[in-house]
């Protein structure tokens, strides 16, 4: 299964089939041409602020395993590198380094910290040497917000892909985010990414999730929001709970917003609150195996919620139950896909899309809105009907 298609009209849509979460072939298009071509986050830059220091990452662990490194250079810059010397293919940090040139310790060859070739013992009699093949390898590198993404093979560039987050936060004059006394945590699912990613998207259960994070359990949602690389969701304020100060010209101008759920296609989903941010990444393992990453950060000023983490683990685990046993479904020889929910499965059905698209090598569709998106919202208590 190269690639498969998802109407683009969610009314009479219909689910892809079980090859998307089972075909090797399909789970390797996967790979190539949407994980691969896509931003992914990286690392919340902890222990890089320093010029001239560098740190050791992993791309992908347990699919990829690729050896990768952060270097903020002399200069301030930071970048994004291999951390495989290109002599014999030692790695080079192994390990939290402060130091003005990257030595790899098999045989010496040293490296500028922004990756350029800088010395190595007994190589005076060769033959055009060095040259940029000598080099390290630099990856694309997009810092947002202090967040760092990286992707092997860009596709689109950063800028477009973060766009419409920055449209409905960077008026808000949001702190600074630091980090959370709820500990960081990675959660693994016997499951295929997509399907760990439609529970993250899909409305029926969201009122579940939303009862970890600030209690917008009894928000009012506006329709999901397609955009070109992902989608956003708005949710406003029933009750007490902090909502943002919108500025005039804001998009949302006028509502009481109290949270914005943002899904970065493919595998992040970020959760904007008054108090500060959640984040959320899925990584895929193995074809049948993935990796929730978790981080918390809150505003300057703010106090985490006593017991938010718990239940915030609380409903992962309920989490896991559902796509776990959703995996175990999608194996039968007798299932051959659904049908969306107009009203609560926008942005699956969007990101089915997404990933048909990019699979088969299309690019991202283009959006259009449906007659169930017109500004209705709903209560999360009442998943079946809509109010105009």
């Known amino acids: 299964m190269a690639g498969f298609d998802v109407d683009p009209d969610i009314r009479r849509a219909k689910t892809p089939d079980a090859a998307l979460y089972v075909d090797p072939k399909a789970f390797e298009h996967q790979c190539e041409r949407v994980l691969e071509r896509t931003w992914l986050f990286a690392s919340n830059g902890d222990g890089l602020s320093e010029a001239g220091t560098a740190r050791p990452w992993t791309y992908l662990p347990g699919l990829y395993d690729e050896p990768l490194l952060f270097a903020r250079d002399l200069h301030d810059e930071l970048r994004c590198?291999?951390?495989?010397?290109?002599?014999?293919?030692?790695?080079?940090?192994?390990?939290?380094?402060?130091?003005?040139?990257?030595?790899?310790?098999?045989?010496?060859?040293?490296?500028?910290?922004?990756?350029?070739?800088?010395?190595?013992?007994?190589?005076?009699?060769?033959?055009?040497?060095?040259?940029?093949?000598?080099?390290?390898?630099r990856v694309p590198l997009h810092d947002w917000r202090g967040l760092l993404f990286c992707s092997l093979h860009p596709q689109i560039d950063?800028?477009?892909?973060?766009?419409?987050?920055?449209?409905?936060?960077?008026?808000?004059?949001?702190?600074?985010?630091?980090?959370?006394?709820?500990?960081?945590?990675?959660?693994?699912?016997a499951a295929h990414?997509?399907?760990?990613?439609?529970?993250?998207?899909?409305?029926?259960?969201?009122?579940?999730?939303?009862?970890?994070?600030?209690e917008p359990g009894s928000a009012l949602w506006h329709p999901t929001e397609p955009w070109e690389h992902g989608s956003v969701r708005v949710g406003l304020a029933l009750g007490q709970e902090p909502v943002f100060l919108l500025p005039p010209g804001h998009p949302d101008r006028g509502e009481r917003v109290a949270v914005y759920e943002f899904h970065l296609f493919p595998t992040t989903f970020v959760r904007v609150f008054p108090w500060g941010m959640l984040l959320q990444v899925v990584e895929p393992i193995a074809i049948d195996r993935s990796r929730v990453r978790t981080r918390v950060f809150v505003a300057e000023g703010c106090v985490l919620?006593?017991?938010?983490?718990?239940?915030?683990?609380?409903?992962?685990?309920?989490?896991?139950s559902i796509v776990e046993s959703v995996q175990q479904g999608v194996r039968s020889r007798l299932w051959r896909g659904g049908r969306y929910s107009p009203e609560r499965e926008v942005a699956v059905h969007h990101f089915h899309r997404l990933l048909a698209a990019w699979m088969t090598g299309n690019g991202p569709p283009k959006t259009r809105r449906w007659p169930s998106q017109a500004r209705w919202r709903t209560s999360s208590r009442d998943h079946g009907t809509s109010t105009a």
């Not at 990414?193 to 600030?214: D, K, P, T, Y």
Request: charged share 25%; proline share 5%; aromatic share 12%.
């Open 81 to 137: 590198l291999s951390n495989v010397c290109t002599h014999r293919g030692n790695l080079i940090v192994e390990g939290e380094w402060s130091l003005e040139t990257l030595r790899c310790r098999y045989h010496g060859r040293r490296f500028h910290l922004d990756g350029t070739f800088a010395y190595m013992p007994c190589m005076k009699d060769a033959d055009h040497f060095p040259t940029e093949d000598d080099y390290l390898p």
């Open 158 to 189: 950063a800028e477009s892909a973060f766009a419409p987050l920055e449209h409905r936060l960077a008026s808000l004059g949001l702190p600074a985010w630091e980090g959370s006394t709820a500990p960081a945590y990675d959660l693994e699912y």
């Open 193 to 214: 990414w997509a399907i760990v990613c439609e529970r993250m998207l899909e409305g029926f259960h969201a009122s579940r999730q939303n009862e970890a994070m600030a």
């Open 305 to 320: 919620e006593e017991g938010f983490a718990g239940r915030l683990r609380h409903s992962a685990g309920e989490d896991r």
